[in-house]
Antibody
Framework: EVQLVESGGGLVQPGGSPRLSCGAS????????MSWVRQAPGKGLEWVSA????????YYADSVKGRFTISRDNSKNTLYLQMSSLRAEDTAVYYC?????????????????WGQGTLVTVSS | QSALTQPRSVSGSPGQSVTISCTGTSSDVGDYNYVSWYQQHPGKAPKLMIYDVSQRPSGVPDRFSGSKSGNTASLTISGLQAEDEADYYCCSYAGRNTWVFGGGTKLTVL
């Protein structure tokens, strides 16, 4: 059974730099692209970032580019999101999900499985 | 990119069918067949219901179907059941490995 478990959320001051983690099990982690998707309280879903299976290629939404860094450790089956220069508008539940990555020859054009999410609240 | 446009709410009685629309542009929905739909119950994570416009993952009832015409994708739920009451989100590939979601539609089963 696929399991994705996020951690690292909490109350963070504006300008803070937390790191989110997503532990994966039940599938061959290194062969799948992974993404982060967030949801502000009472709002819709917003794609944040994606990373290839090997970790060499990354993509970001304009809203987080230059402030967030996605990475993965395939030896630990773990996905990360290093966040920095946090703003109030970054307050959201952050979900990790399988998929959301396209190359010139193949595309996993969906987010197959999702974790339960971790809430990041940016406030002083 | 701007969010895809969905109706804020739809409703139907048990056994009826409802359709949720998702309107984008020629740069996302109209240009790629990577439209997916997600069901989200309150306080829960989203669940993939439809991918690649009309494909159903294993385990998703065939009451759920998807289609696309031009810049608009649609999710149809037939034979409505009480447990279908949830928020539904569409998502489309928007090029250069970016993704855009719809604003979400609240489905009420009367």
């Amino acid at each position: 059974e696929v399991q994705l478990v996020e951690s690292g959320g909490g109350l963070v001051q504006p300008g803070g730099s937390p790191r989110l983690s997503c532990g994966a099990s039940g599938f061959s982690f290194s062969t799948y692209s992974m993404s982060w998707v967030r949801q502000a309280p009472g709002k819709g879903l917003e794609w944040v970032s994606a990373i290839s299976g090997g970790g060499a290629t990354t993509y970001y939404a304009d809203s987080v580019k230059g402030r967030f860094t996605i990475s993965r450790d395939n030896s630990k089956n773990t996905l990360y999101l290093q966040m920095s220069s946090l703003r109030a508008e970054d307050t959201a539940v952050y979900y990790c999900a399988i998929g959301g990555y396209c190359t010139s020859t193949a595309c996993r054009g969906r987010f197959d499985s999702w974790g339960q999410g971790t809430l990041v609240t940016v406030s002083s | 990119q701007s969010a895809l446009t969905q109706p804020r709410s739809v409703s139907g009685s048990p056994g009826q069918s409802v359709t949720i629309s998702c309107t984008g542009t020629s740069s996302d929905v109209g240009d790629y067949n990577y439209v997916s739909w997600y069901q989200q119950h309150p306080g829960k994570a989203p669940k993939l219901m439809i991918y690649d416009v009309s494909q159903r993952p294993s385990g998703v009832p065939d009451r759920f179907s998807g289609s696309k015409s031009g810049n608009t994708a649609s999710l149809t739920i037939s034979g409505l059941q009480a447990e279908d009451e949830a928020d539904y989100y569409c998502c489309s590939y928007a090029g250069r490995n970016t993704w855009v979601f719809g604003g979400g539609t609240k489905l009420t089963v009367l």
